[in-house]
């Protein structure tokens, strides 16, 4: 996997997560990252899982009007928000599971979290998932 941001868009994952996005025009593919990723096993979320949820997390970040920085590696997801156009939040479960999603990325036995442990760049991805948290919940 080509990576070269900490935030949830600097991926290959991300991006083809977020191309596959486009060709939806409902939550449903938000849901079902969502649904993948809370079903994983007991022995932890594999990457490439918590990988799609953290972007699918930043889809109802942004329909909430909580968006991050937009970015080149957001543009996809920017647009498809943007084409959305929703006021309202998306719906509280979502939110709720999105919540529950992001506990499992940042577990000790989280595959992501224990890659970015590698790194000498995992304070900056600790602070960028705790921003998430932040812009979800707001």
Known sequence: MGTWAVDAFGNDYAQDWAEDLAQVSNLDAVENTLDVALQSDA?????????????????????????????EDSAAVDAWVAARKLK???RADLAQ????????VVAPESELRALWEDSEYYAEWTASIADLRMRLQA
């Open 97 to 104: 599971k999105a919540l529950l999603v992001l506990d499992k």
């Open 88 to 90: 309202a939040k998306p």
């Open 43 to 71: 022995g932890g979320l594999e990457a490439p899982y918590a990988i799609e949820a953290l972007v699918a997390i930043e889809v109802l970040a942004r329909l909430q009007g909580n968006g991050g920085e937009q970015t």
